[in-house]
């Protein structure tokens, strides 16, 4: 009885080895899932190759008007200059932040900026993501309420008279009211959490933002100590240097919701 029971034993454990194997002696397993970001892509990357293709789009990726909308594109653009900006700098990233301008139409431009479905070059990614350089910068709570604050609120006067929602990563949301004059940023929360205007941030963001003087205005004055500044790397290189890694761009990862409100018609 005791030898039937090991002739069994043994019996069930060959066939589950022959099971985990391929006719040809190799495990049928499958390989692991290649890496969301592969940053071996980027290696020899040249911002003056224009034909360079970086990567696809499955479908457009389209910008707005600038009329206080969110974007897919826009949505893109920044979750690609955060998770750059962790790479290059090996930092905890918490979020990006930027102006608007590379993904709205002027009043000199009449076709909205696109990323059109189909291969990406080099000329098509940095033609449409701003020249800033890129810094990554330690902003208080209390600064990045000060910046999205006063962009939805300053449409009255000059070149501020142009109604801007700035664009984040999607670790950031927030509530545009257009039913009050001027309109007001509200709800502003990081990761689902309210910001917490005592806690250092630590974020990607161009140097319009992370590196303007202006304290007449609502820019933090940031001193050298709280940033980085990654020259000659631009936000569009860093987007560029992101879809390498990517290698295809797919409207479904950048889904809208990040800053909602009242949106005039």
Partial sequence: ????????????????????????????????????????????????????????????????NGQYQESVLGNCIMDGIAEYARYVSGEKIDFALHNDSFVRTSTTVTTT?????????NTMVTGLSGTDKLYIATFTGKHVRDVIEGFVSSTSTGQWN???????????????????????????????????????????????IGNNANSSRFFPVLTADKKTDYTPTTLAQAFAMYVLAKGTLNPSDYPLG????????
Wanted: aromatic residues 6%; glycine residues 8%.
């Fill in 162 to 208: 142009r109604k801007c929602a700035p664009t984040v990563s999607k670790e950031v949301s927030y509530t545009i009211d257009t039913t009050t004059t001027p309109p007001q940023a509200k709800n502003i929360k990081v990761n689902g959490a309210p910001i917490d205007d005592t806690k250092e941030y630590r974020i990607a963001v161009g140097d319009f």
């Fill in 1 to 64: 009885m005791r030898n039937r029971l090991l002739a069994g034993i043994f019996a069930i454990l060959v066939l589950a080895a022959l099971a985990g194997c391929a006719g040809d002696g190799v495990t049928s397993s499958p390989p692991p899932p290649p890496p969301a970001l592969d940053w071996s892509k980027i290696a020899g990357y040249d911002a003056t190759d224009g034909n360079r293709v970086l990567g696809r789009a499955t479908a457009d990726l389209v910008a707005t």
């Fill in 258 to 265: 990040r800053y909602t409100g009242v949106v005039p018609q």
């Fill in 113 to 121: 900026p696109t990323l059109h479905a189909g291969e990406l070059t």
